[in-house]
T-cell receptor, first 112, second 108 residues
């Protein structure tokens, strides 16, 4: 069975440019998470979806970040415009309802 | 707000030695998870602990949960180099909150 798939794996952009990340969760997993992981730190939750509904987006910087999960499957996370401090690894994870998370390989963003 | 604290944050140990990593958290929860992360890689699930007193073992690693003390431990027995990685605990309290991680280095 395929795991959580993320793309792109790496992205280098200049500040003020937009960027988007895509995630395809494990088939049948209702819950999808986006986390941000800064170097040497633990993952920090940005947004959690139950099917297509965002049930926890309190940590998402809404002035520049947006996310969507169309039809309750794939999800995209967008940053516009990017700032230097946005450089991090963006991790997508999925789970069956509440439970053990399965992570993708992550998208490493570098903002110059 | 749920806070999850791990200690130590850095751990260097000799092969063959034993050690324990601690994870304590600030609010009631009976769902706790341990993950492993190798450098440049994503997180891999190690243990799922879903009740007070739960104990899980896999190879040289054993995890336990005390929900009354709000504490989980990850015990390493007779460490080997392959265990070198960063270990995270995560507490599920409607959202999954992670600790800062313990970076373990096992030296020959």
């Amino acid at each position: 069975e395929a795991g959580v798939v993320q793309s792109p794996r790496y992205k280098i952009i200049e500040k003020k440019q937009p960027v988007a990340f895509w995630c395809n969760p494990i088939s049948g997993h209702n819950t999808l998470y986006w986390y941000r992981q800064n170097l040497g730190q633990g993952p920090e939750l940005l947004i959690r979806y139950e099917n297509e509904e965002a049930v926890d987006d309190s940590q998402l910087p809404k002035d520049r970040f947006s996310a969507e999960r169309l039809k309750g499957v794939d999800s995209t996370l967008k940053i516009q415009p990017a700032e230097l401090g946005d450089s991090a690894v963006y991790l997508c994870a999925s789970s069956l309802k509440a439970g053990e998370l399965f992570f993708g390989e992550g998208s490493r963003l570098t903002v110059l | 707000e749920l806070k999850v604290e791990q200690n130590p944050l850095f751990l260097s140990m000799q092969e063959g030695k034993n050690y324990t990593i601690y994870c304590d958290y600030s609010t009631t929860s009976d769902r706790l998870y341990w993950y492993r992360q190798d450098p440049g890689k994503s997180l891999e699930s190690l243990f799922v602990l879903l009740s007070n007193g739960a104990v899980k073992q896999e190879g040289r690693l054993m995890a336990s949960l005390d929900t009354k003390a709000r504490l989980s431990t990850l015990h390493i027995t007779a460490a080997v180099h392959d265990l070198s990685a960063t270990y995270f605990c995560a507490v599920d309290n409607n959202d999954m909150r992670f600790g800062a991680g313990t970076r373990l280095t096992v030296k020959p």
